[in-house]
């Protein structure tokens, strides 16, 4: 068995669902089965026969027995309600309630139901007027604005709260239990104060859109400023960056130049070390020939001198012994006495002068001879100075003859 269609019960309260003709109640007789939403209530005898009682229950009837199926599914109620608001606006209110009968054994102790269709639409038209008088209390105590903008706050629950009072109260409730309370619609009836709502409406609506775009203009240009800012920010970090950077490239070359330098200086430095080395050593090699130079002048020098003193010696030795020899002896006899006595006199002068001298080996051009070479030139010299001292007196005679 399905549920029909819409029952309407008056001008503000329909009922959406409802059961239809029932014709199992309609037996005299015979076996009666209860669906699932359904539940069995079975008297025999005048007395309650819970083993026969329940949801979706199945009893045999007798003729004298009763039955009733009280539905325990979902109903809904759509209702409407006048009222002017607090500020005499009339306004009208359309709302729906969903409920279900929770305690079927105490419902049919209230309602009667053997005919169970107008059991039904009696509990729906309870319900609706309660809607409707709960919320005409609760309209006449709010403004317009607030019944328009507080339709699901303050209306539908604190509907759904008083009538939850009256059909569920554990003592003196119906065994009803109001699902949901929804207010749908709220209409205001005078068409001039809705038009005029409508241009409120509107023109604040127009503000706020300029005021949104107003703050939106007002974002833009902040958030413009702040890209500003946050570029030259961006701008002001590139540029010290690159200034560092080319600080620190400065600074690199400026080490680097340095250690050019640095190495320059090392390579100068040690060129002139070297120039000054070969200089230093040119000019030791210099000193070096002038000392052996002056050491053989003064060595020549001493040899001249002694020469020239032991040539003195034996010219006063000669003459000596020519004045001796003279008044005694012929030429012949003193050129013997001299090479006999005076040569090797005049040989260990020498020799004995040579012992403490150095001789320098100059080599030349093959025409200054040796150290050797000069000393006989030297005694060369001197025997020549001798034998001219002593041949002049022995002309002397020749001649004065």
Request: net charge negative; charged share 30%; proline share 3%.
């Given at each position: 068995?399905s549920?029909?269609?819409?029952?309407?019960?008056?001008?503000?309260?329909?009922?959406?669902?409802?059961?239809?003709?029932?014709?199992?109640?309609?037996?005299?007789?015979?076996?009666?089965?209860?669906?699932?939403?359904?539940?069995?209530?079975?008297?025999?005898?005048?007395?309650?026969s819970?083993?026969?009682?329940?949801?979706?229950?199945?009893?045999?009837?007798?003729?004298?027995?009763?039955?009733?199926?009280?539905?325990?599914?979902?109903?809904?109620?759509?209702?409407?309600?006048?009222q002017?608001?607090?500020?005499?606006?009339?306004?009208?209110?359309?709302?729906?309630?969903?409920?279900?009968?929770?305690?079927?054994?105490?419902?049919?102790t209230?309602l009667?139901?053997?005919?169970?269709?107008r059991?039904?639409?009696?509990?729906?038209?309870?319900i609706?007027?309660?809607?409707?008088?709960?919320?005409?209390?609760?309209?006449?105590?709010?403004?317009?604005?607030?019944?328009?903008?507080?339709?699901?706050?303050?209306?539908?629950?604190?509907?759904?709260?008083?009538?939850t009072?009256?059909?569920?109260?554990?003592?003196?409730?119906?065994?009803?239990?109001?699902?949901?309370?929804?207010?749908?619609?709220?209409?205001?009836?005078?068409?001039?104060?809705?038009?005029?709502?409508?241009?409120?409406?509107k023109?604040?609506?127009?503000?706020e859109?300029?005021?949104?775009?107003?703050?939106?203009?007002?974002?833009?240009?902040?958030?413009r400023?702040?890209?500003?800012?946050?570029?030259?920010?961006?701008?002001?970090?590139?540029?010290?960056?690159?200034?560092?950077?080319?600080?620190?490239?400065?600074?690199?070359?400026?080490?680097?130049?340095?250690?050019?330098?640095?190495?320059?200086?090392?390579?100068?430095?040690?060129?002139?070390?070297?120039?000054?080395?070969?200089?230093?050593?040119?000019?030791?090699?210099?000193?070096?020939?002038?000392?052996?130079?002056?050491?053989?002048?003064?060595?020549?020098?001493?040899?001249?001198?002694?020469?020239?003193?032991?040539?003195?010696q034996?010219?006063?030795?000669?003459?000596?012994?020519?004045?001796?020899?003279?008044?005694?002896?012929?030429?012949?006899?003193?050129e013997?006495?001299?090479?006999?006595s005076?040569?090797?006199?005049?040989?260990?002068?020498i020799?004995?002068?040579?012992?403490?001298?150095?001789?320098?080996?100059?080599?030349?051009?093959?025409?200054?001879?040796?150290?050797?070479?000069?000393?006989?030139?030297?005694?060369?010299?001197?025997?020549q100075?001798?034998?001219?001292?002593?041949?002049?007196?022995?002309?002397?005679?020749?001649?004065?003859?």
């Open positions: 068995m549920e029909s269609a819409n029952v309407k019960l008056s001008t503000d309260v329909e009922v959406t669902s409802s059961s239809p003709d029932d014709r199992r109640l309609s037996k005299r007789w015979g076996s009666i089965t209860a669906y699932p939403h359904e539940y069995l209530i079975h008297f025999r005898r005048g007395q309650f819970p083993k026969t009682s329940g949801q979706g229950a199945s009893c045999f009837k007798w003729p004298r027995d009763t039955v009733f199926v009280v539905p325990t599914s979902l109903k809904e109620i759509i209702f409407q309600a006048n002017l608001s607090s500020d005499n606006v009339d306004v009208r209110i359309r709302g729906m309630a969903i409920y279900r009968i929770s305690e079927p054994l105490k419902i049919y209230m009667n139901f053997s005919n169970r269709q059991a039904e639409e009696k509990l729906a038209r309870m609706g007027d309660l809607c409707r008088s709960t919320a005409k209390w609760l309209v006449a105590n709010m403004g317009v604005e607030e019944c328009l903008r507080k339709r699901k706050e303050d209306i539908a629950e604190a509907l759904r709260n008083e009538i009072l009256v059909v569920s109260d554990p003592e003196k409730g119906w065994g009803v239990e109001i699902v949901t309370v929804d207010i749908q619609d709220v209409y205001i009836q005078d068409k001039d104060i809705f038009e005029a709502m409508q241009r409120l409406f023109v604040s609506k127009l503000r859109s300029e005021l949104s775009q107003l703050e939106m203009k007002k974002d833009l240009e902040v958030r400023l702040q890209q500003s800012l946050e570029l030259a920010e961006h701008r002001k970090n590139s540029e010290l960056e690159n200034a560092r950077i080319e600080a620190e490239v400065a600074r690199e070359k400026l080490r680097l130049a340095q250690e050019n330098d640095e190495k320059q200086f090392a390579r100068d430095r040690y060129r002139v070390e070297q120039e000054e080395g070969t200089n230093n050593f040119r000019l030791d090699q210099s000193l070096e020939r002038e000392r052996r130079n002056m050491t053989l002048e003064a060595d020549k020098s001493r040899g001249r001198l002694e020469a020239e003193r032991l040539a003195h034996i010219e006063l030795e000669a003459m000596q012994q020519r004045v001796a020899v003279e008044n005694t002896a012929t030429p012949l006899s003193m013997r006495s001299f090479i006999e005076a040569l090797p006199a005049i040989a260990e002068a020799a004995k002068n040579m012992s403490h001298s150095r001789i320098n080996i100059i080599q030349g051009d093959g025409n200054s001879g040796t150290p050797f070479r000069y000393i006989l030139n030297e005694i060369l010299t001197i025997f100075e001798r034998i001219a001292s002593l041949e002049k007196p022995l002309e002397k005679p020749d001649g004065s003859d």
